[in-house]
């Protein structure tokens, strides 16, 4: 009951993104095991109004994904809405027990500062 009380309050824009966003992960996942960084090719979404944004964060938020998979399609959505931010890769040292973490800049998640930045990955270009 709850999620077609959900689904009816969704509008065409905010599905549509959904669904750019969950085929977005998918592919960002399989280029990911294919080719590493280098191979990622996250598709453009539909030229859809910001206020869709939701649908994306919905998605990401709620499929399985990797840190790196997330940030990744969340930046290109942000690129083609005309707010790119890199994707900063971060690591935490082996004295707190070894961990990495990825996230976009201008949405960290979590606590990026006790994470020692190794990598960024630039906005690209629209």
């Known amino acids: 009951m709850r999620l077609r009380a959900t689904i009816a309050r969704l509008d065409v824009p905010t599905l549509r993104a959904a669904l750019w966003a969950a085929l977005a992960l998918r592919r960002a996942k399989r280029d990911l095991a294919r080719?590493?960084?280098?191979?990622?090719?996250?598709?453009?979404?539909?030229?859809?109004?910001?206020?869709?944004?939701?649908?994306?964060?919905?998605v990401v938020r709620r499929r399985p994904s990797t840190c790196l998979e997330r940030?990744?399609?969340?930046?290109?959505?942000?690129?083609?809405?005309?707010?790119?931010?890199?994707?900063?890769?971060?690591?935490?040292?082996?004295?707190d027990g070894f961990r990495a973490h990825a996230w976009l800049e201008t949405m960290p998640d979590g606590a990026p500062g006790s994470f020692e930045e190794i990598l960024r990955i630039p906005a690209p270009a629209r």
């Open 35 to 58: 080719g590493g960084l280098a191979g990622v090719l996250v598709p453009p979404p539909p030229r859809l109004p910001s206020s869709a944004r939701r649908g994306v964060l919905a």
């Open 71 to 95: 940030a990744l399609v969340l930046q290109r959505w942000e690129v083609d809405h005309g707010a790119g931010a890199d994707v900063v890769i971060g690591v935490r040292g082996p004295s």
